[in-house]
């Protein structure tokens, strides 16, 4: 009998959340980490993704991922599943944030291929199941071939499927081909979520289990009701959220010239509306003065839209 038959499965809109930071542009801001943490879940989402890329995982240090992961576990309080990113380059150091995230509580962990060293498909097949079998508790694929420069082929999703311990995946790749393959090669209980928040709905309709959208650590309740239109087909109110969706994406995630220009927007937006301070972990740094007064003017009027529509 197949493995796929009695894993768990997730549904619904599960923020990738920021990392809350003061302004030393390193230390964990446990105020404001509490704070989002209950405006997400006020705002009806599914669950949330700490340490993942909007969470800026890979530029923080070992310590504060640490930190990070205890924290929030007692913020949620059981509340909505906390799913951990442990990805790394070394798996040691993905087992050992495995086994915090385990111990503080969490729902499963969540691991893109490890960058660096380009490996190949039957290399990441035994890289995951040999990552798998170390964990103990449920583990995600994320694919996401802009950062990692490695994508995780359909066929080697469906041979890693079969590891009992392996229950879904997370796709950041923005291929719709791609994704509606899965959807077509896995249909049976394998939870398989979407990134990019401007396709979220369309693959919801089409076989999605959820979105993992950044915009929702912005106005969660926007992405809900959008998830609840796409799982009910209300093309009407579908079409009317995708379209403050779209704003959010088009207005808000491009301002600069920067590969990190939605890093920026999102935390910059997030100061603007008073829910945490816009710091970012080196390499990066904030928008400067111009640029975020052209962000503070576009979500303050992309916050009155919203507000209208829910």
């Given at each position: 009998m197949?493995?796929?038959?009695?894993?768990?499965?997730?549904k619904?809109?599960?923020?990738?959340?920021?990392?809350?930071?003061?302004s030393?542009?390193?230390?964990?801001?446990?105020k404001?980490?509490?704070?989002?943490?209950?405006h997400?879940?006020l705002g009806?989402v599914?669950?949330?993704?700490i340490?993942?890329?909007?969470?800026?995982s890979?530029s923080?240090s070992?310590?504060?991922?640490?930190?990070?992961?205890?924290e929030?576990?007692k913020?949620?309080?059981?509340?909505?599943p906390?799913f951990?990113?442990?990805?790394?380059t070394?798996?040691?150091?993905?087992?050992?944030?495995?086994?915090?995230?385990?111990?503080?509580?969490a729902?499963?962990?969540?691991?893109?291929?490890?960058?660096?060293?380009?490996l190949g498909?039957?290399?990441?097949?035994?890289?995951?199941?040999?990552?798998?079998?170390?964990?103990?508790?449920?583990?995600?694929?994320?694919?996401?071939?802009?950062h990692?420069k490695i994508?995780?082929?359909a066929?080697?999703?469906?041979?890693?499927?079969?590891?009992?311990?392996?229950?879904g995946?997370?796709?950041?790749?923005?291929?719709?081909?791609?994704?509606?393959?899965?959807c077509?090669?896995?249909?049976?209980?394998?939870?398989?979520l979407?990134?990019?928040e401007?396709?979220?709905?369309?693959?919801?309709?089409?076989g999605?289990?959820g979105?993992?959208?950044g915009?929702?650590?912005?106005?969660?309740?926007?992405?809900?009701a959008?998830?609840?239109?796409?799982?009910?087909?209300?093309?009407?109110?579908?079409?009317?959220?995708?379209?403050?969706?779209?704003?959010?994406?088009?207005?808000?995630y491009?301002?600069?010239?920067?590969?990190?220009?939605?890093?920026?927007?999102?935390?910059?937006?997030?100061?603007?509306?008073?829910?945490?301070?816009?710091?970012?972990?080196?390499?990066?740094?904030?928008?400067?003065?111009?640029?975020?007064?052209?962000v503070?003017?576009?979500?303050?009027?992309?916050?009155?839209?919203?507000?209208?529509?829910?």
């Amino acid at each position: 009998m197949s493995n796929l038959a009695n894993k768990p499965s997730f549904k619904g809109i599960i923020p990738p959340m920021v990392t809350p930071l003061l302004s030393d542009n390193l230390t964990l801001d446990l105020k404001a980490m509490n704070h989002l943490i209950e405006h997400l879940i006020l705002g009806g989402v599914h669950g949330i993704f700490i340490l993942g890329t909007t969470g800026e995982s890979t530029s923080l240090s070992y310590a504060t991922r640490k930190k990070l992961i205890e924290e929030s576990c007692k913020a949620v309080k059981g509340r909505v599943p906390i799913f951990v990113g442990i990805t790394d380059t070394a798996i040691e150091e993905s087992i050992r944030l495995a086994q915090i995230a385990k111990k503080e509580g969490a729902s499963a962990v969540v691991a893109a291929p490890p960058y660096y060293y380009g490996l190949g498909q039957e290399e990441l097949f035994k890289y995951y199941w040999s990552l798998a079998s170390q964990v103990d508790l449920p583990l995600f694929l994320y694919n996401m071939p802009s950062h990692t420069k490695i994508n995780i082929d359909a066929k080697t999703v469906v041979r890693l499927a079969e590891h009992s311990n392996i229950i879904g995946l997370k796709d950041s790749s923005g291929n719709a081909v791609y994704f509606q393959s899965l959807c077509h090669l896995l249909k049976t209980n394998f939870t398989l979520l979407v990134g990019p928040e401007e396709i979220t709905a369309q693959m919801v309709m089409t076989g999605a289990h959820g979105g993992v959208n950044g915009g929702a650590n912005l106005f969660p309740k926007l992405y809900v009701a959008l998830y609840n239109a796409a799982i009910a087909k209300d093309f009407a109110r579908i079409e009317e959220l995708q379209d403050l969706v779209m704003e959010i994406s088009t207005r808000i995630y491009t301002v600069g010239s920067y590969g990190s220009s939605y890093l920026k927007g999102l935390k910059g937006a997030l100061s603007a509306l008073g829910i945490v301070k816009g710091n970012i972990a080196p390499p990066f740094t904030s928008f400067d003065e111009k640029e975020m007064t052209k962000v503070i003017d576009t979500i303050k009027e992309i916050e009155i839209k919203v507000t209208k529509v829910l």
